[in-house]
């Protein structure tokens, strides 16, 4: 049975950053940032907007009403959550109107947990091959104001419906997962930012897809001239190429541009963006997928990585025509309308913080945003 990806979209909050304007404000060469981690803007939400906000916008873009019959299963992806106890999953069923027989639920393992999501979604239909999964991948990437970590932050979420006979990609069964108990990264409960030794998590990133690639290869006997595409789990664009080069390293000059060449058009998206941490892979792949030449059939490998650690590498096949199904024009137009801020805008924005323990209401253009609090419980509008 084919199982996989049959719709997938995303949602960005409507600010950004220039990294330009960023790196002036923070004394330092914008090369640093074009160049030096590769990223050209950067999202930045409202108070108004969180993960039920941007997993609510990302997939109506990609839900029928015979989905919303059909769909058994929401599952959210996240590392900002905003509850220790209810799940996200939980609200965004409702807010999206799903049929109310379906399990709804969040999973976490930094920003593995999308795939960790999508692979629950798989095994479930595979079983359940009448049935549909939404899986959500939302989070708020944010280090503080003029720390290290600060122009690799972004915020978003992408939607994928699973399914049976998919239009876009068969997930194919041959995953494989690492796990390593290593603090490159890590936010003890009730810290607002995560703890980070930088160098570390650079290092154990590339060292997790050298050994998961390596033990790929030799459980099933491939290199990368089976794939059409590599895409990658992206914190900054910069990342993920240095995990790639690592790769080949013993490849001939051709094969390495032709897949350097589609890695440029995964991270299109990513460089406008920022980090969307568990949404990150597939919004590479979503860029992939609309900035790159590919053809029915062709394999893709995937690389998932999760700080603390967690990593995952498989593959899927395009499905043929799977170029009707996907939001190109929609994700540009995304994009292309959102609003730039300044510094001084910014700062303001990301300093006004959401009081859960205040009654207030709210205003936001958003359709699906948070209207009110009461009682410590966030109301969110429905337009």
Not at 185 to 194: A, C, E, T
Not at 217 to 244: C, E, N, S, V
């Amino acid at each position: 049975m084919n199982v996989g990806i049959d719709k997938i979209s995303f949602f960005v909050p409507p600010f950004y950053v220039d990294m330009t304007d960023l790196a002036l404000a923070r004394e330092v060469d914008p090369n640093k940032f074009h160049i030096g981690i590769g990223q050209d803007k950067m999202a930045v939400n409202k108070k108004t907007q969180d993960i039920v906000t941007f997993a609510a916008n990302a997939a109506k873009n990609i839900l029928s009403d015979e989905d919303k019959k059909k769909i058994d299963m929401v599952i959210v992806g996240t590392e900002s959550g905003i509850d220790e106890s209810k799940a996200s999953a939980v609200v965004l069923h409702r807010l999206l109107g799903i049929q109310p027989f379906a399990r709804a639920f969040e999973v976490k393992e930094a920003c593995y947990a999308g795939t960790a999501a999508l692979q629950y979604a798989l095994a479930h239909i595979k079983t359940h091959p009448e049935s549909k999964v939404l899986v959500v991948a939302s989070d708020i990437a944010k280090y503080g104001l003029t720390s290290g970590g600060e122009p690799t932050q972004g915020a978003g979420a992408v939607a994928m419906l699973v399914s049976a006979d998919p239009r876009i990609i068969v997930v194919n069964d041959d995953s494989v997962a690492l796990t390593q108990d290593i603090y490159d990264f890590w936010r003890p409960v009730g810290h607002d930012y995560p703890m980070v030794d930088g160098q570390l998590s650079n290092e154990t990133y590339i060292q997790a897809f050298q050994k998961i690639w390596g033990e790929y290869q030799l459980r099933h006997k491939k290199t990368t001239a089976d794939f059409a595409a590599l895409a990658f789990h992206i914190p900054y664009t910069k990342m993920g190429k240095k995990a790639l080069l690592a790769a080949l390293e013993n490849e001939s000059s051709e094969e390495q541009e032709r897949i350097l060449t589609k890695y440029e058009a995964s991270i299109v998206y990513s460089r406008q963006v920022g980090n969307l941490y568990t949404g990150s892979l597939y919004l590479g792949l979503i860029s992939l997928l609309e900035n790159a030449q590919l053809n029915a059939g062709e394999q893709i490998g995937l690389f998932s990585y999760g700080s603390g650690t967690v990593a995952e590498f498989f593959s899927g096949n395009l499905v043929e025509g799977y170029q009707k199904y996907l939001f190109t024009d929609l994700h540009q137009k995304q994009l292309a309308e959102r609003k730039g801020l300044s510094i001084v805008e910014y700062e303001k924005m990301f300093k006004d913080t959401l009081d859960t323990d205040a009654d207030s209401e709210y205003d936001d253009s958003l359709l699906y945003s948070i209207a009110s609090i009461s009682n410590t419980v966030r109301a969110y509008k429905e337009n």
